[in-house]
């Protein structure tokens, strides 16, 4: 090869890395297939014999979540995402708003449940599965519609070979509700699959 045709393909090669861009990343999408608001303790006139433990109230428009001096609640949603947890990258869940606007910040904690195996027609605070520690903490800013995509990477790659998963939602010191698949505005996933 002569020199300046050597040179030519050498001054080409940037050309041709910059010619193809590295693939666009590719997201999958999924909603909750099932949800809850699981009572802790609170008012519960309306439970059964007036016991938090005995309220079962998924298949509802709201769900809420609640860490307050008057009452204790939590939201349990389940997934089936289209992978099993080891063929995650990454992920992050959309909820699609609260009911009221919250005049103070507050946190939401994100906690793994220990199991799925469980039906949101029946499940309450005596048969909802055990939580693990929270793995995400969240500020919510005064006056916020809803939360940004949050990044719960660990509750995705914690899902079994048929992708199920469930965690829990707690809002610290405040009384926040959200929206429930049964309202129409499902919570959504946003997988990057390995």
């Known amino acids: 090869m ?17 010619a193809h861009p590295a693939p ?10 099932k949800d809850a608001t699981i009572i802790r303790s609170g008012n519960c006139t309306d439970c059964p014999s007036g016991e938090c433990n005995q309220c079962t109230l998924g298949l509802k428009d709201t769900l809420v979540a609640s860490a307050t001096n008057e009452e204790e609640s939590q939201i349990l949603v389940g997934f ?9 990258k990454s992920c992050s869940i959309l909820f699609p708003g609260f009911g009221d606007l919250l005049p103070n910040e507050f946190e939401v904690t994100f906690a793994l449940a220990l199991s799925s195996d469980w039906d949101e027609a029946t499940v309450n605070g005596d ?12 500020t919510v800013p005064p006056l ?5 995509y949050v ?5 995705c790659r914690s899902a079994d070979t048929d992708g199920r998963f469930s965690m829990y939602l707690t809002a610290l010191s405040e009384h926040a509700e959200i ?4 309202s129409g505005n499902a919570a959504m996933l946003k997988i990057v699959p390995l």
């Open 80 to 88: 089936e995402q289209p992978m099993p947890g080891w063929a995650v």
């Open 179 to 182: 929206w429930g698949k049964d």
């Open 151 to 155: 990044d719960i990477t660990p509750a």
């Open 2 to 18: 002569h020199f300046p045709t050597c040179l030519h393909a050498l001054l080409a090669l940037p050309i041709l890395a910059t």
């Open 127 to 138: 048969n909802a599965p055990p939580s693990a520690p929270p793995f995400k903490t969240v």
């Open 24 to 33: 666009a990343t590719e997201y999958t999408y999924t909603t909750v297939v």
């Open 144 to 148: 916020t519609r809803s939360m940004d």
